[in-house]
């Protein structure tokens, strides 16, 4: 059904419009007018109480997010006593897809009978979690891998907000990093980089460089993607409390080289302070563990544990830590946003903390 084009693909859209109109508003008199200016179709009904009209754009599977600036502000026919509403009907809606059409003021269906059809006051059709009998296969690049994480943190990082990149920049920009963190391959930067643009996350700039567009609608994908899970959490036990402790793993890591970090809950205490808990967690790298544990006399528990050691999947994580002299250092605000947000308990509280005092005020000064 996605490789319809044309007048057929416009027919089938034809149906399931006036399918999901029949089912869930009122189900008789919709009248459909194929020659409707400017416009695929047009699906409208007259009666006593109003007159409503939808005014149709059909695309094919191969439109994107980023397209959606060619669909311009077109208008809707029909005259003043008429209510309508833009529609667009793509073969497949992503969840980002359906976001921006929102934000654009744009209704919208799919094939598989999933909708956001509105006339505000009049009407709103909402439709969700149909599934197409084929799945869809995987399209662009998969920011749940460790190489991709590397390039979504260096965009999404507060100090980097408004830089303007280039793919090779990129690469570059973890060759001088302290803790060191191994460079992406161009050819991932280059998958990664089409894929978010193919996703309207970042825009071109005249200089053949680009830069991020929309930062919170990035985060919330990677959010969603990012694998929390991949880094083992070992429990820990230490009679070492409160300040002794501070000044114990200040002592281990004191030029911020990547050994340890303040993470998840522990790191939101120090940057955006809202949710208290009784454990410490950390990010520990894994050849660093044995030393770790021999300094705080910490012993692995099966439970009563008071130090959370999260051993580093990859060295990402300690990407451009947040350092004092005075503690050992922290995750990057972002890095510890998305681990909140999948760490469970009141994490996604101590994430909005972070998201709203730290993340957005950032980027919102280089808009």
């Known amino acids: 059904m996605e490789g319809l084009r044309g007048e057929v693909l416009q027919g089938v859209f034809r149906t399931v419009l006036q399918r999901l109109l029949n089912d869930a508003a009122w189900p008789t008199g919709w009248r459909v007018d194929s020659a409707c200016s400017d416009w695929d179709f047009a699906v409208s009904r007259s009666g006593a109480d109003s007159a409503v009209r939808f005014c149709v754009r059909c695309k ?18 029909g005259g003043k006593d008429i209510a309508s509403a833009r529609v667009l009907a793509v073969p497949r809606v992503s969840p980002r897809m359906a976001a921006l059409l929102r934000q654009h003021a744009w209704s919208w269906f799919d094939l598989a009978g999933n909708c956001r059809l509105e006339i505000p006051g009049i009407l709103l059709i909402e439709r969700s979690g149909r599934e197409f009998a084929k799945p869809a296969p995987r399209t662009g ?32 920009h973890f060759t001088d990093l302290v803790p060191p963190v191994p460079p992406p391959s161009l050819a991932l930067v280059n998958k990664v980089v089409q894929h978010l643009r193919d996703q309207a996350f970042i825009e071109s700039l005249p200089n053949r460089g680009f830069r991020v567009s929309d930062f919170d609608g990035l985060l919330q ?69 044995q030393e770790f544990a021999s300094a705080l006399d910490a012993k692995v528990v099966d439970s009563g544990e008071n130090v959370v050691a999260l051993l580093a999947d990859d060295g990402g994580v300690f990407y451009r830590l947040d350092a004092s002299a005075n503690r050992a250092p922290c995750t990057n605000t972002v890095q510890t946003y998305v681990d909140l947000a999948k760490a469970g308990g009141r994490g996604e509280e101590a994430a909005e903390a972070i998201l709203n005092q730290r993340l957005k005020p950032a980027w919102a000064a280089v808009r």
């Open 60 to 77: 094919t599977a191969t439109f994107r997010p980023s397209q959606l600036h060619i669909l311009g502000e077109p208008l809707c026919p």
């Open 141 to 172: 690049a998969n920011l749940s891998t460790p190489e991709a994480s590397r390039v979504v943190r260096a965009l999404l990082a507060p100090q980097n907000a408004g830089k303007r990149w280039t793919q090779r920049e990129i690469v570059h």
């Open 221 to 289: 994908t990677w959010r969603q993607e990012y694998r929390f899970d991949r880094h083992v959490r070992r429990p820990y036990f230490t009679l070492l409390q409160g300040k002794a402790l501070q000044e114990k793993l200040r002592s281990l890591d004191p030029d911020a080289s990547g050994r340890l970090a303040y993470a998840a809950f522990s790191a939101a205490d120090i940057q955006a302070p809202t949710v208290r808990q009784p454990r410490t967690w950390l990010y520990v790298s894994p050849g660093f563990e």
